[in-house]
């Protein structure tokens, strides 16, 4: 069975992710016709925006890294179930991502120190096994 492709845009703050991920996707309907779907990360679900809301709250301090690296799969999961799973396995759709798991493994496994031998599994667990087809590096 045929399914959609999933293409996430990587980086550090700054870089131009979300402005290229616009650009790209503005692009792909412009020059070759096609719709692409765009999430966010946390985020991009009633669930994941809750969860972005604690992550990006600046007034919370002392947050553990496993903690921190929860609610990062906690939202990214519940995006996925809820609404890339459905785009990719069924649809066929072009879904772009601002952020997907090189982030937790780049933040919260090399960032803060947890170790990567029990991230990669976590990750595997939180979206069900979806790997991106390409992902775009910008620094």
Same mark, same amino acid.
């Given at each position: 069975?045929?399914?959609?492709?999933?293409?996430?845009?990587?980086?550090?703050?700054?870089?131009?992710?979300?402005?290229?991920?616009?650009?790209?996707?503005?692009?792909?309907?412009?020059? &070759? !016709?096609?719709?692409?779907?765009?999430?966010?990360?946390?985020?991009?679900?009633?669930?994941?925006?809750?969860?972005?809301?604690?992550?990006?709250?600046?007034?919370?301090?002392?947050?553990?890294?496993?903690?921190?690296?929860?609610?990062?799969?906690?939202?990214?999961?519940?995006? &996925?179930?809820?609404?890339?799973?459905?785009?990719?396995?069924?649809?066929?759709?072009?879904?772009?991502?601002?952020?997907?798991?090189?982030?937790?493994?780049?933040?919260?496994?090399? !960032?803060?120190? %947890?170790?990567?031998?029990?991230?990669?599994? %976590? %990750?595997?667990?939180?979206?069900? !096994?979806?790997?991106?087809?390409?992902?775009?590096?910008?620094?």
């Amino acid at each position: 069975m045929e399914k959609g492709i999933l293409i996430t845009f990587e980086g550090p703050e700054g870089s131009g992710k979300t402005s290229q991920l616009y650009e790209f996707s503005s692009w792909l309907l412009g020059a &070759v !016709g096609l719709e692409a779907i765009i999430f966010r990360e946390p985020g991009s679900s009633q669930i994941g925006e809750r969860v972005r809301a604690i992550l990006m709250d600046r007034t919370i301090r002392g947050m553990n890294a496993r903690t921190e690296a929860l609610l990062f799969c906690a939202a990214r999961a519940q995006m &996925v179930a809820e609404q890339m799973m459905p785009r990719l396995l069924h649809n066929k759709d072009i879904v772009l991502c601002d952020r997907f798991t090189d982030s937790t493994l780049a933040y919260q496994g090399y !960032g803060r120190g %947890l170790d990567l031998d029990l991230l990669r599994p %976590l %990750l595997e667990f939180c979206t069900f !096994g979806i790997k991106p087809d390409l992902t775009i590096y910008l620094d």
